[in-house]
């Protein structure tokens, strides 16, 4: 890796199948080692059950109310500054329960990479 500075972006978001939108702050072959994206889902919204294989990932909370469900445990209340850690490969969503976006880093290592995204609710 080398030093940089990467600008934030907005006009990138875009919204993915798993019904949230995404910009990417960092991702790229430059920094294998971990991807930081800014997640934000609309109020009344769940993502699809997913999972990252061989990516372990970690939930900053930013703003909004939510509910995060991983793995086998019980579905938990998240808000500002909670942070969920997300093992590879472990089953994962989070359903906005606020009247506000919720707003979190989506913190991967190594780097998030489409092909490791695995939908859990693909028929």
């Not at 995060?68 to 359903?95: N, S």
Request: charged fraction near 20%; include cysteine; hydrophobic fraction near 40%.
């Amino acid at each position: 890796m080398k030093p940089a500075f990467l600008p934030y972006q907005p006009a990138s978001e875009f919204f993915t199948d798993e019904l949230c939108y995404i910009t990417e702050l960092s991702n790229s072959p430059a920094d294998e080692a971990m991807s930081v994206a800014l997640a934000r889902v609309a109020p009344g919204v769940t993502t699809r059950w997913h999972s990252l294989h061989n990516t372990a990932e970690r939930y900053v909370i930013l703003s909004g109310q939510g509910v995060a469900e991983i793995g086998d445990e019980a579905p938990r209340a998240v808000g500002p500054h909670d942070v969920i850690l997300i093992p590879a490969g472990c089953r994962q969503r989070i359903r906005n329960t606020g009247s506000d976006d919720l707003l979190f880093y989506a913190i991967c290592t190594p780097r998030f990479l489409p092909e490791n995204y695995l939908d859990l609710e693909a028929g």
